[in-house]
C-alpha cells in the first residue's frame, strides 16, 4: 500500500499546528508572569530554566499531580467533558488560520502545501461559529458543579460572551464586504500591495473602527482583563471554573490562552495583512505572522497589568449600548463605501 | 469502503441516534446536549453535500444561538429529571392527549410520504453539481432579488415576535 506523500505532509502540518498552539499557551503564561512583574516592578519567574522559561511546564507538572476534586452532587458526566469542549472548541478555531503561502518542504513534495490546516471557502464563518460552541463548555461547566457560585459565574460568562459576539461578527462582516471573500487566505491576498509605495494596503486602515470593534469583543469573547470576571474571585468568587482542580482546571486556561491566540491570529489576517510584510522571501513569511501575532499578544498582556475591572453592568451597557450601535454604524458606513467606488 | 460513503453512515448513526436520544432519555440537560449533538452531525451531512455555507449556518444559528436558548431555560428553571409514570408532562397530557399526538405523528407520516411520492424517485438521482447551493455570493444574490419580499416579511415577523417577548416579559412598575 503505498501512502501518498501530500497526505503525509499535511498530517504532519496538522501534529505542528496543535503542537504550536500548546506551546503558545505556555509561552504566553511566561511572558504573562514576566510582563506582570515588570509593569509592577518585580523580576517575575527566574529559578526554573533561562529567565524562568521552563516555569509554565513546571505548573503543568504540579497541575498534573494535583487531586482531581468534583463535588458530591455534581453531574459527572458533564463535569468531566464540558473542559474537553472547551478546550477542542479553542483548538478548532485555528484549523482554517492560514499562516504562510505555501511549501513543498525544499523540493521533498510534488505540489505545495499551503501552510493552514485547511482552506474553507466560508472560513470567517466557521472560526465564528466555532467560538459559538466555546459557550456550552463554560455553561455546562457551571451547570454540571452543582454550585451556586459556577452556576452565577457560568451565566455571567456566557452572557458576556454572546453580546459581544455580536459586535464581533458586525466587524468581520464589514471586512468581508471589503475583501467579498469568506476565506482568509483570499482576505489576506487581497491586502497585499500597497498605496504609493509606502502605506500597505491592510484592512486596518480602512476599517480603524472596525479594528477596534473587533479587538475590544476580543478581548470580551476571550474573557480577559479588563472584562475579565472569572478571574474576579475577591467579589464574585471566580466564575464557571470554580469547582475545578488538577488537570481539567488548566485545560480551561489552555482553551483561554489558545482562544487569545486564535483572536489575534485571525484580527493579523483580517486587518493587518496576515503573512505579507517586505524584506522576507515568500519561504519566511510565516515570520512576519508571528511578528504580529506576538505584537498583539504582547497588547492583550499589557492591557491586563495596566486597566482595572469593568463592573458587569458597566460591561453590559458599554456592549449593548456603545460597541453594538458603533459595529452597527460601521458596518453601513463600509456598505455604502463599497457601493459608491464598486 | 469510499471515504465520502463511510462519513455519511457516520454522521448519519450520529444524527439518528442523538435524536432518539433526545426523547428517549429523562434527564432535560442531555436533551439538549444531544440535541446539539445531532445538529453537529446534520452540519456534517451538509458538507457531505458540497454546501458548507449551509453546515455553517447550521451551526451558527442551530446548534450556537438557539441551543444556547434552550441552555439557559433549562438551566434556569431548573428542570428536574422526569421520573417514570409520574405527572410530568405525558401525566398532564392524560390519554387524550397522547392519543391526539399519535393522530398528529400519523398525519405527519403521510404527508411525508406523500410529499416524496409526488417529486418521484427520479429527484434523487439528479445530478449534485447542477443544483449545488455552496456559492455564498449565488445565496445572497437570489435572497435579495428573487427572494426579497419573503426575506424581508420574515425579518418583520421576527421583530414582531420579539417586541411581542418582550411586552409579556415586561413587568409594571
Not at chain 1, 498552539?21 to 518585580?42: G, T
Not at chain 2, 435524536?19 to 453537529?40: A, C, D, E, K
Request: net charge neutral.
Amino acid at each position: 500500500m503505498s501512502v501518498d506523500p501530500q497526505i503525509v505532509a499535511q498530517l504532519g502540518l496538522i501534529f505542528v499546528i496543535f503542537n504550536m498552539l500548546v506551546l503558545s499557551a505556555a509561552f504566553m503564561v511566561w511572558m504573562e508572569r514576566k510582563v506582570c512583574a515588570y509593569i509592577q516592578d518585580r523580576v517575575g519567574p527566574n529559578r526554573v530554566g533561562f529567565e524562568g522559561v521552563l516555569q509554565p511546564f513546571a505548573d503543568v507538572i504540579k497541575l498534573m499531580f494535583k487531586e482531581q476534586l468534583r463535588p458530591k452532587a455534581a453531574d459527572a458526566l458533564l463535569f468531566a467533558i464540558a473542559p474537553v469542549i472547551s478546550a477542542c472548541a479553542a483548538f478548532a478555531a485555528f484549523s482554517v488560520v492560514p499562516f504562510g503561502t505555501s511549501t513543498t518542504l525544499f523540493g521533498l513534495l510534488d505540489e505545495p502545501v499551503p501552510l493552514q490546516v485547511t482552506d474553507v471557502n466560508v472560513a470567517v464563518l466557521v472560526i465564528f461559529a466555532i467560538a459559538s460552541m466555546g459557550v456550552y463548555g463554560i455553561v455546562l461547566a457551571g451547570w454540571s458543579s452543582n454550585s451556586k457560585y459556577s452556576l452565577l459565574g457560568a451565566l455571567r460568562s456566557a452572557a458576556q460572551m454572546i453580546s459581544y459576539e455580536l459586535s464581533y461578527g458586525l466587524a468581520l462582516a464589514a471586512v468581508i464586504m471589503l475583501a467579498g471573500s469568506l476565506s482568509l487566505r483570499e482576505i489576506v491576498m487581497n491586502q497585499s500591495g500597497s498605496w504609493w509605495g509606502v502605506i500597505p494596503k491592510w484592512y486596518i486602515f480602512l476599517q480603524p473602527i472596525g479594528f477596534l470593534v473587533y479587538m475590544i469583543a476580543g478581548v470580551a469573547e476571550t474573557n480577559r482583563a479588563p472584562f475579565d470576571f472569572p478571574e474576579a474571585e475577591q467579589e464574585l468568587v471566580a466564575g464557571y471554573h470554580t469547582e475545578y482542580s488538577s488537570m481539567s482546571f488548566a485545560l480551561f486556561f489552555l482553551a483561554e490562552y489558545v482562544n487569545m491566540v486564535t483572536v489575534a491570529a485571525v484580527a493579523t489576517s483580517l486587518y493587518l495583512g496576515g503573512w505579507l510584510g517586505p524584506f522576507l522571501p515568500d519561504w519566511l513569511a510565516w515570520v512576519w505572522f508571528l511578528v504580529k501575532v506576538f505584537l498583539i499578544l504582547f497588547f492583550y498582556v499589557w492591557m491586563r497589568w495596566t486597566l482595572p475591572r469593568y463592573r458587569y453592568d458597566q460591561l453590559m451597557e458599554f456592549g449593548w449600548k456603545w460597541l453594538l450601535p458603533v459595529g452597527v454604524l460601521n458596518l453601513l458606513a463600509t456598505a455604502a463605501l463599497v457601493l459608491w467606488i464598486g | 469502503m469510499d471515504v465520502n460513503a463511510l462519513a455519511f453512515y457516520v454522521f448519519a448513526a450520529i444524527t439518528i441516534l442523538a435524536s432518539l436520544g433526545v426523547v428517549g432519555q429523562r434527564n432535560p440537560m442531555y436533551s439538549v446536549m444531544l440535541l446539539i449533538t445531532s445538529f453537529g452531525a446534520l452540519a456534517g451531512l451538509y458538507v457531505l453535500l458540497d454546501a458548507p455555507f449551509t453546515a455553517v449556518t447550521q451551526i451558527i444559528i442551530y446548534a450556537g444561538a438557539i441551543m444556547v436558548l434552550f441552555l439557559f431555560v433549562v438551566m434556569l428553571l431548573n428542570v428536574p429529571r422526569e421520573e417514570p409514570g409520574l405527572p410530568g408532562v405525558l401525566g398532564a397530557l392524560g390519554t387524550r392527549g397522547m392519543q391526539i399526538g399519535a393522530v398528529l405523528s400519523l398525519v405527519l407520516g403521510i404527508e411525508i410520504v406523500w410529499a416524496l411520492s409526488r417529486v418521484g424517485l427520479g429527484w434523487f438521482g439528479q445530478d449534485a453539481a447542477a443544483t449545488s447551493v455552496s456559492s455564498v455570493t449565488l445565496i445572497g444574490k437570489s435572497l435579495f432579488t428573487r427572494h426579497a419580499f419573503a426575506f424581508e416579511a420574515t425579518s418583520i415577523l421576527i421583530l414582531v415576535a420579539m417586541v411581542g417577548a418582550v411586552v409579556i416579559a415586561r413587568r409594571e412598575r
